[in-house]
Nanobody, 130 residues
């Protein structure tokens, strides 16, 4: 059973940086599609960035050039960590950020909506103030 725990959220001023981490335990040998989503009050949950089993990444247009998703599986033992490096933060980046995992084919990793991801972390709040 895969479990996800996020960390690294907080408050930062416009233009600042944060790194979010998602520690995944029970990570299967055949890998997973991993992604970061965010949800602001009153808005739909949206995909921020995804990384598939081969390490191919995809960013939402709104964060392209500012955010970077990466994965570290060096510890082995069915553990992996997915990071979201966030630079040049803007007030509109303020949201609760969620790590998610899905076992579907990599061809869908960058396109499926949040409804198809079956494992979720508890979320971490990011607040960007001007």
């Amino acid at each position: 059973q895969v479990q996800l725990v996020e960390s690294g959220g907080g408050s930062v001023e416009v233009g600042g940086s944060l790194v979010l981490a998602c520690a995944a335990s029970g990570y299967p040998r055949n890998g997973l599609c991993m992604a970061w989503f965010r949800q602001a009050p009153g808005l739909e949950r949206e995909l921020v960035a995804s990384i598939d089993r081969d390490g191919n990444t995809n960013n939402a247009d709104s964060v392209e050039g500012r955010f970077t998703i990466s994965r570290d599986s060096s510890r082995g033992n069915a553990e992996t960590t997915v990071y979201l490096q966030m630079n040049s933060l803007k007030p509109e980046d303020t949201a609760k950020y969620y790590c998610a995992a899905g076992s579907f084919s990599d061809r869908y990793c960058s396109t499926l909506s949040w409804h198809y991801f079956t494992v979720w972390g508890q979320g971490t709040q990011v607040t960007v103030s001007s």
